[in-house]
C-alpha cells in the first residue's frame, strides 16, 4: 500500500475539495496496481495535506521499474484552483528482484560476469525459463503449445500402429478379400486425416504470441533498465551491447532458449516415452513375443548421447562466445564509422575504414565457421548411433523374420519404424539440447545486462527526502507568512518562496565519499579566491627588484623621483607576477573531476547565468540541480541529498548539443516530445502553442509553415536543418512543455547575435511571465514561479541574467554585473601594466641607465 498526497499550495482557509484517479503508463490495473475510480478528496478549514492510499500489487512477473499516473480532475475541484501543470503525476514502481530470480541474487546482483558465469548452465537456463513462463501471455501460448506437442505425438504413434495393423491385414490368411479392403481403406483414412490438425495446430502456432511476447518483454527490459543505469553501468555497457542485446540475444534466447527447452521437454522427450510404450506394446502382441534387442537398444541412445553432449558443452559455448564477440567488433566498427562520418570523409580515411571493416567481418565469419562445423560434428553423433542400431537390429531381426515371416513381419517392420523415429526424435532433442547450450551463452549476456546497477533506487531515497524537506520548509514558510517575518508577493503562495539550494555539495565521478575535503580544486581558498601562499609568489618575485632596479642608477640618478618611479615599477612588477601566479594557479586546476563544499542559493523566479571558462565545473553543477547525477551523501544517511529543489517543480535540461528525433519524427514530434500523457490532453491546442513558440523564437519560418508536421523530413539527427534551427527546436520543445525549472548548457553556442539576443528576451519572458505566449486572461497564481538556470562563457550574455554565479575551480562565486565590471576592469588595467613593465625590463636588461 502506497501513501499518496495531495496538496494545497496556496491558503488552507476554508475548505476545499477535488477528485483523483489513476491512469494505466506502462503499468497495468488488474496486473499492477488496483485501479482508482474518480474519488473525493476533502480539505478541512486550515488542512493543506491529505493523504490517499494506492493498492500496488504483489509482481507476477520480473518487469524492472513500471510507472503509473494520477490524475486530478480539473472540473470536479471545488474551493480552489488546480495548477496549470500540477494535476498529473507520475508514480514509478520499482521492482528490486534479481533477474532471473532472487534465489541467484548472490550471484547476479551487480552484473558481474564471472560469478554469472559460474552458475550451473542447467540452473541457469532451469530460471530463465520459469521467469518466462510467469509471464501471463506467454505461459497461455506456451500451454498450447504443449498440447499441440502432445497432438502431434499421438497422431505419430497412430501411425506406428497403423502401420504395424496394416501389414497385418494385408498377410493375414484368414481375413476376407473385401474385409481386407475395407480395413485398407480406414488405415488410409485414419492415417490422412489426423494430419490435417498438425498441420491446423502447426500453422495457429505462430499466431499464439509467444515468441513474440517474450521479445518484447525482454527487448523492453532491456531498454527499460539501460534508461536507468547509474551513470557508471551506462559507460561500461556500451551502445554496440545494447543493439546486440535487443536484436542477437534476445532472439537468440526466445528461440534457441525458451522454445526449444519447450520442444525438449513436451515434444521430443515426450514422444520418445511414448514410442518406446508403443514398442513394448506392439512386441507384446507379436506371436514371436518381446524381443530384447530393441528394448535394450532404446536405451543405448541416451547412454552414449548425454555423455558426448557434456564433453561438447564447454567447447560449444566456447566458440558460440567468440560469435559473440566478433559480431560484437563489427557492429562496434559500424557504429563508429557511421557517428564519426564526417571525421572519416575530413581525412579521406575510407579506405582504412572498409579495410577495418573487411578485418572485422572475416573475424565474424571465421568465427561462425569453426561454430557452425562444430555444430554439424555434434548434430550427426545422434543419427550415427540410430543408424548402428538400427541395422545391427536388421541382422537379428531380418534372422527372425526368415525363420518366421508369418509371425515376425510385421514386428519387424513396426519396430524398424519405430527406431527409426526414436532415433529421428533423439536427433531433434539432441539438436534442441544443442540450441539451449548455445543460447546458454546469450542468457549470460542479458543476466549481465538486467542485472547492472539503476540509480531508481537512489532516486526513490532522493526523492523521498525532498519530499520531506520540502514539506518541513513548506510548513515553515507558511508560519513564517502568517507572521508577517516573509513577505510574499500577490501572485504567490508558499510553496513559491521556497529555494533551490546547494549547501556544501560534494560531488566526484568516481562516486568516492570521504576524499580529502580541502581537494585540488580549492585547497586554500574560499569561493575560488587566490590563497595566500599564491599571494606571496608575487611578492617573492618582485621584492629584490627594487634593489636590483635602483642600485643601476648612477649616484647623480638616485632623485626622489627616480627612487618613486623604481618603486611603482616594482608595485607593477609584483601586480605583474601575481597576474602570472593567478594564471598558472588557474591552469593548475583547470580539469576538474571533482568538487567539495560548493554552496548556491536561488530564488524562484529568477533567470540565472553560470559563467566560467571549460572544464571548471559548470556542467556538473547544473546536472546536480537537474537530479542527473546525485551529490556524495554519507554511508549512513543515503537519502539525506544536499541538493534540494522543490519537489512539486518540474525540471528539465537542455545539453548543449540539441538531440533531434529523426528520421520518422516531425518538428512538432519533437516539440511535444515531454508533454506526459493525460487525460486532459488537447491535441490542437498544443500544435497551435508549439507554432506559436516557434514563431516567437524565429525558427526558418518554411520549418514552422510547409513542413511543421512533415514525416521523414528532418533527416536523422535533424540532418536536413541547420544546426542553428535544431537549438532553437531544442529550446522550443523545452518551452512548449513549459516546465518550472529548466536547465539550458550554453544555449547561445550555435547562435548568431540576433537570435541570441532573441533568445535571451524569449528566456525572460518565460521567467517573468511564468511561461512563453501564456493566455493574458489565466491569472498568474494558477501557474507555479519559473526559474531557468543558464551556462556562458561569454559576459556579455550571462550578464543579462538576474544573477550570475562565476565558475571557478569548481566553486561558485555570486557576483553582481557591477562587481564583475570592476573585476574586468582591473583586469584591463593590469594587463595594461602587465605588458609595459615587461617592455620596461626588457629595455633595462639591454640598455644601461
Known amino acids: 500500500r502506497m501513501k499518496l498526497g495531495i496538496s494545497r499550495l496556496g491558503s488552507s482557509k476554508g475548505t476545499a475539495r477535488c477528485q483523483w484517479s489513476t491512469f494505466d503508463m506502462s503499468a497495468s490495473a488488474g496486473v499492477h496496481y488496483i485501479e482508482v475510480k474518480p474519488t473525493w478528496v476533502e480539505f478541512k478549514d486550515g488542512e493543506s495535506l491529505k493523504d490517499v492510499t494506492l493498492d500496488i500489487l504483489p509482481a507476477e512477473s520480473y518487469d524492472g521499474t513500471v510507472e503509473l499516473g494520477v490524475y486530478i480532475d480539473e472540473k470536479s475541484v471545488e474551493g480552489a484552483v488546480v495548477g496549470k501543470y500540477l494535476h498529473t503525476a507520475s508514480i514509478k514502481i520499482i521492482d528490486m528482484s534479481s533477474f532471473p530470480t532472487d534465489d541467484l541474487k548472490e550471484f547476479v546482483t551487480g552484473g558481474n560476469e564471472e560469478k554469472i558465469l559460474s552458475i550451473r548452465p542447467a540452473i541457469l537456463v532451469k530460471e530463465f525459463v520459469e521467469v518466462c513462463w510467469s509471464l501471463p501471455l506467454t505461459k497461455m501460448g506456451t500451454k498450447k503449445i504443449i498440447w499441440a506437442h502432445q497432438y502431434t505425438s499421438m497422431v505419430s504413434i497412430l501411425n506406428i500402429f497403423i502401420l504395424f495393423y496394416l501389414v497385418q491385414v494385408t498377410t493375414s490368411q484368414q481375413l476376407a478379400f473385401g474385409v481386407k479392403h475395407e480395413l485398407v481403406v480406414m488405415f488410409s483414412i485414419l492415417w490422412v486425416l489426423p494430419f490435417t490438425g498438425v498441420h491446423y495446430l502447426a500453422y495457429r502456432r505462430q499466431f499464439w504470441k509467444v515468441g513474440g511476447s517474450l521479445r518484447k518483454w525482454l527487448q523492453g527490459l532491456l531498454l527499460k533498465k539501460f534508461l536507468n543505469f547509474t551513470q557508471k553501468a551506462r559507460t561500461e555497457i556500451g551502445i554496440q551491447k545494447v543493439i546486440q542485446g535487443m536484436m542477437q540475444h534476445v532472439t537468440i534466447v526466445v528461440s534457441d532458449g525458451y522454445l526449444a527447452t519447450i520442444d525438449l521437454l513436451f515434444g521430443s522427450l515426450v514422444r520418445i516415452c511414448l514410442l518406446i510404450l508403443a514398442m513394448i506394446v506392439l512386441q507384446s502382441q507379436s506371436a514371436a513375443g518381446i524381443n530384447p534387442i530393441p528394448i535394450a537398444g532404446v536405451f543405448i541412445l541416451p547412454i552414449c548421447i548425454l555423455p558426448f553432449l557434456m564433453y561438447r558443452q564447454k567447447k560449444t559455448f566456447s566458440l558460440r562466445g567468440a560469435c559473440f564477440d566478433a559480431d560484437e567488433g563489427s557492429i562496434s566498427h559500424v557504429l563508429m564509422s557511421v557517428l564519426n562520418y564526417q571525421l572519416i570523409a575530413d581525412y579521406d580515411r575510407r579506405t582504412y575504414c572498409l579495410q577495418q571493416f573487411a578485418d572485422k567481418i572475416n573475424q565474424v565469419n571465421k568465427a561462425a565457421t569453426n561454430f557452425n562445423a562444430a555444430a554439424v560434428n555434434s548434430k550427426f553423433f545422434a543419427p550415427w548411433i540410430s543408424t548402428v542400431l538400427v541395422g545391427i537390429y536388421i541382422i537379428f531381426g531380418g534372422f527372425r523374420v526368415i525363420e518366421d515371416p508369418e509371425k515376425e513381419l510385421a514386428a519387424f517392420l513396426a519396430t524398424i519404424s519405430i527406431f527409426r523415429s526414436i532415433g529421428g526424435q533423439f536427433e531433434q532433442a539432441y539438436v534442441e539440447t544443442l540450441k539451449i547450450t548455445s543460447a546458454y551463452a546469450s542468457i549470460c549476456e542479458i543476466t549481465v545486462f538486467i542485472n547492472q546497477e539503476i540509480d531508481v533506487p537512489q532516486r526513490h531515497l532522493v526523492t523521498r527526502a525532498r519530499r520531506a524537506m520540502g514539506r518541513e520548509i513548506r510548513e515553515a514558510r507558511i508560519r513564517q507568512l502568517k507572521s508577517g517575518e516573509v513577505v510574499a508577493e500577490p501572485d504567490d503562495v508558499a510553496a513559491d518562496t521556497l529555494p533551490i539550494q546547494m549547501h556544501d555539495v560534494s560531488f566526484d565521478y568516481q562516486g568516492r565519499y570521504g576524499a580529502d575535503q580541502a581537494g585540488s580544486a580549492g585547497e586554500g581558498s574560499e569561493g575560488g579566491g587566490i590563497s595566500e601562499e599564491t599571494k606571496e609568489m608575487g611578492s617573492k618575485m618582485a621584492n629584490p627588484m627594487l634593489g636590483a632596479f635602483t642600485n643601476r642608477l648612477l649616484p647623480s640618478e638616485r632623485s626622489e623621483g627616480a627612487v618613486a618611479a623604481a618603486e611603482m615599477l616594482q608595485r607593477a612588477y609584483r601586480a605583474y607576477s601575481f597576474i602570472k601566479a593567478i594564471k598558472r594557479n588557474i591552469k593548475g586546476g583547470n580539469s576538474v573531476e571533482q568538487f567539495r563544499n560548493v554552496n ?125 534551427d535544431r537549438q532553437l527546436i531544442s529550446i522550443g520543445r523545452a518551452l512548449v512543455m513549459n516546465p518550472e525549472i529548466i536547465i539550458v548548457h550554453k544555449p547561445t553556442a550555435l547562435l548568431d547575435n540576433y537570435h541570441t539576443d532573441l533568445v535571451l528576451k524569449v528566456f525572460r519572458e518565460y521567467v517573468e511571465n511564468r511561461g512563453v505566449g501564456m493566455p493574458k486572461d489565466e491569472p498568474l497564481i494558477k501557474r507555479r514561479k519559473r526559474t531557468l538556470v543558464f551556462s556562458a562563457k561569454d559576459p556579455s550574455v550571462a550578464y543579462k541574467a538576474d544573477v550570475v554565479y562565476e565558475a571557478v575551480k569548481a566553486r561558485l562565486v555570486c557576483k553582481t554585473r557591477a562587481e564583475f565590471e570592476e573585476d574586468e576592469e582591473l583586469k584591463r588595467k593590469l594587463a595594461t601594466l602587465t605588458s609595459t613593465v615587461g617592455a620596461a625590463f626588457t629595455r633595462q636588461q639591454s640598455t644601461p641607465f
Do not use: C, W
Open 600 to 724: 548556491l542559493d536561488i530564488k524562484q523566479g529568477q533567470l540565472v547565468a553560470i559563467l566560467g571558462k571549460p572544464n571548471q565545473g559548470k556542467a556538473t553543477m547544473m546536472r546536480l540541480i537537474a537530479g542527473q547525477v546525485f551529490p556524495l551523501m554519507p554511508p549512513d544517511s543515503p537519502g539525506l541529498s544536499p541538493v534540494f529543489v522543490p519537489p512539486h517543480l518540474r525540471v528539465v535540461q537542455i545539453q548543449e548539443n540539441p538531440f533531434i528525433l529523426g528520421p520518422e519524427e516531425s518538428i512538432f514530434d519533437n516539440l511535444i516530445y515531454g508533454i506526459k500523457k493525460s487525460p486532459s490532453l488537447d491535441m490542437k491546442a498544443l500544435e497551435a502553442r508549439a507554432r506559436m513558440v516557434m514563431a516567437r523564437l524565429e525558427l526558418t519560418e518554411d520549418l514552422v509553415t510547409k513542413h511543421f508536421k512533415e514525416k521523414n523530413f528532418v533527416g536523422n539527427g535533424g540532418a536536413r536543418i541547420t544546426r542553428g
